[in-house]
């Protein structure tokens, strides 16, 4: 029982790094109804900008706030530069151009600042928090930090004008445009969002997992599996997805002999698979009924 | 006084396909004009036409201004609501936000609130199911929603396409009783498209007969209502 | 009318959405020689057959292995397109089958002395099989969740071939070491020569039987199951039965591919089965043309080079090359090549 307990417990501080990436997922899935399989490598990118600045002497904070500002800019950017002209192509088309974008930002990366693994600091201190050896300050942090943007975010989509439209934009272009509104600044808008809380993931998981290119492969899984576990459509329900992803790999790994460390992943993936054929909207989607 | 809508020499395409082949129509501000025609005749192609929907040509006067070319959103924000075919609804968002939706370019914040209560009180179903997904309502209810949503935007002008589909006769009865009084309450400008040709001459001032993707005939709806062609081919007796 | 549930995230069609609202279809099918007429294809397949049989007097080995090479993939992007382009289930899961084709072939050879020939009916079978059996409970999953499932299953596979109690048989991290065959009844073909000959053979038997399977009628059943399953149900399409012999179908095209991989590089090893080859077979689908089965040609071409092409341009940079090259591709061609020529065609006829 002991032990079932702190499994769980690290399962729940290693989920709300994925916890915070789901979020970031399900955010960009409002915003353009895809999944954008490059998030992990913007918000990897954005965090080098960051670790750059502060290398240079800015000031943490700073550091953060311009790193927000340059990939908000920089998500509205590849939306108007790399996706608006092939808008009409096909979904495939579309996940291959997701593909290019994360070949050539990882690759860049990688040439940039190389592969070495680098420290980056938590504002939050790496102290135990509450005496518990099992979760450190800096994660509590992050889970603070998650669920205090997740709330935001609630508001911001139900209570806003701007996060209305922008629901409705990625719901049904169509009928969007015939209400007034511009679909595609509501795209872009999207995806500066989505790449300024991917930069904000970032941030909060590379003092825990070292910042190097490759950093975010698997948490982006991770992220994508909590998401989609929660429910797509439901920013709480990905939060919840993703501790809940943390728990499982981590009680997956302990308590199945046959798993090393490589296998985790899969049977992670595989629990999840197992839950949506029983519930397709995952836990906490809402079913809709559509007429034939 | 110039008219609420004047299309000249009106062309559309899908790809190499010509639809419509050079219209001629006007509508009067507060007035009911109505496009009959069968199926395929490009009555719903003339109205993604004037919404910057589909690739077209000639000239079409909204207000006097030209807006051929514009994007639908502009259209939209120009005043004039379009009601699809199939009827657009938000399924996924509940119906108070489908109608928050219809007035979400307005710059008048402050009276939005009140023209939903205005919404309610026109169509009380809609009102008790205001936090229901707009995608769970029967297609009667749906229709409703997709008129009020148009009103919304009080816009000036609305193109209702198709607005009888697949509804009950007494439903469309309802309906049609509704856009009466809209029309005679508001002055709100329709430009309906229709394939039920009874029920759209009973509404309107003006008529148009397209056949293929032209007009074959044009005039007051009584007239044409009259026709003994019309009478044969289109109101069955 | 009837109504049915589906979860949010799928894309449905209900009277509620306009034509362009939320159905974007998976992919535009492609027919561009439709137009170009059943005489004028048949004349461009046999030039490129003559050509394809003369070629290996006039190039280098190594050059000829590569040819091999691309034709392999080719095949095994024929089997993606089976299933994604012609029955609209997405699939990030193919190396996994490749991977089992080709360690069949390696275990079959070495383990077992049989017959390199043989190999490739086995393999096939066994990944039909497997492939079926994942389509089963894959029957319930669509979009985004299929997408999640199969890719745990690339995700998967190295690890399980690098399993200890495996290993006997996969030969562990290491892998298999296969013994490359000579060309039979003393043919005077050097091994790449003969390797290719044979690929090219077993390539044109599979591509006319898929070709003949589009056709027919139980092509159409697929693809009306792709474009409207309600609908092709309420026609009386076993749309899972269906659905399920597609994921085998694919699977025994790519596992056959896989067989004959392994044969050519005479090597296996769990790290050349990663997810990244599954990301290559969709990207040469892409690229090729969905649902237009002779660009799985230029796919395994676009596949096998084009990642060489950009090593060469930048050692550094090269997955920003290759990034770039891929966005410029789909730029110029969104469809694909198939999209390609379909608008070539249509400007050649002129309008």
Known sequence: MELLTQQVLAGISTGAIYACMALAVVMIYQAIDHLNFAQGEMAMFSTFIAWQLIEKGVPYWLAFLITLVVSFIGGVAIERIVFKPIEHAPVLSHVVIFIALYSVINSMAGFIWDFTVKSFPSPFGSSPLFGSTLISSHQGGMVAVTLGLLLLLYLFFSYTSVGLAMRAAAANPASARLVGIRVSWMTALGWGMASAIGAIAGMLIAPVVFLEPNMMISILLYGFAGAVLGGLTSPGGAVLGGFAVGIIENLAGTYIPVIGAELKLPIALVVIVVVLVFKPAGLFGRVVVSRV | MTKLLEVKGLTAAYGQVRVLHGLDFSLEEGGVTTLLGANGAGKTTTLRAICGMVKSGGEILFEGKNILGKSTEDVARLGVAHIPEGRGTFTRMTVEENLQLGAITRRDKQNIAKDIDKMYDHFPRLKQRRTQQAGTLSGGEQQMLSIARALMLRPRLMLLDEPSFGLAPMLVREMFDILTALNRDEKASMLIVEQNAALALGIADEAYLLETGSIVMSGPAKQIGADENVRRSYLGY | ?351
């Open chain 3, 1 to 351: 009318m009837s109504a049915s549930a589906h979860e949010e995230t799928v894309v449905h069609h209900d009277i509620g959405e306009s034509p362009e609202g939320e159905n974007r279809p998976i992919a535009r099918p492609a027919t561009p020689a439709a137009n170009a007429g059943a005489g004028a294809r048949r004349i461009i397949f046999l030039a490129l057959l003559a050509i394809a049989l003369v070629l290996p007097m006039f190039i280098k080995n190594f050059v000829v292995f590569q040819l091999t090479q691309t034709m392999v993939y080719a095949i095994a992007i024929v089997g993606l397109n089976l299933l994604t382009g012609f029955n609209g289930q997405f699939s990030l899961g193919h190396s996994a089958f490749y991977a089992v084709g080709a360690y069949t072939a390696a275990i079959m050879m070495e383990h077992m002395g049989v017959n390199y020939v043989w190999t490739l009916p086995v393999a096939g079978v066994i990944c039909f099989i497997l492939g079926f059996l994942f389509g089963l409970p894959a029957l319930r999953l669509e979009g985004v969740y299929l997408a999640l499932a199969t890719f745990a299953l690339a995700a998967a596979t190295p690890q399980i071939l690098k399993l200890s109690p495996l290993e006997h048989w996969t030969g562990g991290v290491q892998g298999i070491v296969i013994t490359k065959p000579d060309a039979p009844f003393g043919l005077p073909f050097n091994q790449d020569q003969w390797l290719y000959y044979f690929t090219l053979i077993v390539g044109v038997i599979l591509y006319i039987a898929a070709k003949n399977l589009v056709t027919s009628r139980t092509g159409r059943a697929l693809m009306a199951i792709r474009d409207n399953p309600i609908a092709a149900r309420s026609m009386g399409v076993n749309t899972s039965l269906y659905k399920a012999s597609a994921f085998g179908l694919s699977a025994l095209y790519t596992g056959i591919a896989g067989a004959l991989g392994a044969i050519i590089v005479q090597f296996v090893a769990p790290d050349s089965f990663t997810l990244t080859l599954s990301i290559g077979f969709l990207v040469g689908l892409v690229v090729g043309g969905v649902g237009w089965l002779p660009g799985a040609l230029f796919g395994g071409a676009f596949l096998l080079f084009v990642p060489n092409i950009a090593e060469g341009v930048s050692k550094g940079l090269s997955g920003a090359v290759y990034g770039l090259l891929l966005i410029a591709i789909i730029y110029v061609m969104p469809s694909g090549l198939a999209g390609f020529i379909q608008a070539v065609v249509g400007k050649l006829r002129g309008k």
